[in-house]
């Protein structure tokens, strides 16, 4: 390999690659921690170069609560951990509360990448203070903002920003049935059924409606939107507080060990993003898509194997909720037969949508 240039190697390496994983320019905001850092590695795996966007950086002072003691959730890192998976990262310090700073950094990925972005990924999103099942009238004005700030406005001036540097990498492509360019919100089950508070599940319902309509027009220029649902994460905030003794009041009792890792949010964006036009365009593109779900369709897993249940089956809202309310009013626990026997069925939407789930008393 000697007296090869690096230009030819790179292009050697990317011919290597099978269509769907030949290296992209992906975007991630609120790639620092959580569901976004998760997501920004596992697009790492696949080679791609990926910018990592999100307010906390080794090189500005920022307003985020700590997590955890220890832990180095800045740009840098989760660059530094896209590099280190096979991607090329790129940290860039962004406040999505911040037009211009969406605008400037946007940019600036597009004019180092040649005017194109092929992946965009919005999960930047700002913990509400406060009482987060509290009525919403009495929560004022700050949870509307807290939860619809970043997580709405922001989400909407990330993709009003990127879209020239999407639609250019959809005219680099063509007509061809590869994979098109991608925009994913990362929403979640309170765009459809009654979650925490008002406040918080507009803005989820927001984001859904924001997928479709993106969709609809930018069909005729070959960009898929999809929101995105993933289930019950361990964060590393969702781990703090576990650890804390706090996690069991926050979330209503739910057993976070079950839950989904970050990976496997990245892993049904690389299996969405991998898919060819026809499939994206007329399957996903405009609608939501639960992760747990997309990991049977699409064939993908937890690193050790395992594959859980959707928010929305039987399998998951039984031992959650129905068997402890069985166990509450009985005094006596719910056999191990009939806790194997719950089939993994899913209740269809429009039942899952009549309202939320039962408060643990």
């Not at 269509?19 to 997501?39: E, K, L, N, Q, Y």
């Not at 950094?105 to 999960?123: F, M, R, T, W, Y």
Request: glycine share 12%; net charge neutral; aromatic share 6%.
């Amino acid at each position: 390999m000697l007296g090869h240039s690096p230009a030819l190697l790179a292009a050697l390496c990317a011919l290597a690659l099978p269509p769907a994983c030949s290296a992209r320019v992906a975007v991630v905001t609120g790639a620092t921690r959580g569901i976004g850092r998760g997501i920004a590695i596992e697009l790492g795996r696949l080679g791609h170069t990926v910018y990592a966007l999100g307010r906390s950086s080794r090189g500005r002072q920022t307003r985020d609560r700590p997590v955890a003691a220890g832990l180095d959730l800045t740009v840098e890192s989760t660059a530094e951990a896209v590099t280190a998976a096979g991607g090329v990262g790129h940290g860039l310090a962004c406040d999505t509360s911040n037009d211009a700073e969406i605008r400037n950094s946007l940019l600036k990925i597009s004019a180092e990448q040649g005017g194109k972005i092929d992946i965009l990924v919005c999960s930047a999103y700002t913990t509400p203070p406060g009482d987060l099942r509290g009525e919403f009238w009495t929560q004022g004005m700050e949870m509307w903002d807290a939860c619809n700030n970043v997580g709405l406005r922001g989400v909407y001036a990330t993709c009003l920003h990127a879209m020239p540097a999407l639609l250019e990498s959809s005219r680099s492509s063509g007509a061809s049935d590869g994979p098109p360019p991608l925009v994913i919100l990362v929403s979640s089950f309170g765009g459809k059924s009654y979650t925490f508070n008002v406040a918080y599940g507009v803005g989820k319902a927001a984001i859904d409606r924001l997928a479709s309509d993106m969709a609809f027009q930018l069909a005729k220029h070959r960009i898929g939107t999809i929101s995105l649902y993933p289930g019950v994460v361990k964060t590393e905030g969702n781990l703090e507080m576990e650890k804390q003794g706090t996690w069991a009041a926050a979330s209503g009792g739910l057993d976070l060990m079950t839950g989904e890792t970050p990976a496997l949010s990245g892993k049904a964006v690389c299996a969405l993003a991998g898919l060819g036009a026809d499939v994206l365009l007329t399957k996903y593109s405009g609608k939501v898509a639960v992760v747990a779900e997309l990991a049977k369709e699409l064939g993908f897993a937890e690193d050790d194997g395992s594959v859980p249940p959707s928010i929305r089956s039987l399998k998951y809202l039984a031992p959650n909720f129905v068997f402890p309310a069985i166990e509450r009013e009985s005094g006596k626990p719910v056999p191990d037969w009939m806790k194997s026997a719950v089939p993994d069925w899913l209740l269809p939407w429009s039942v899952f949508s009549g309202g939320p789930p039962p408060e643990p008393k």
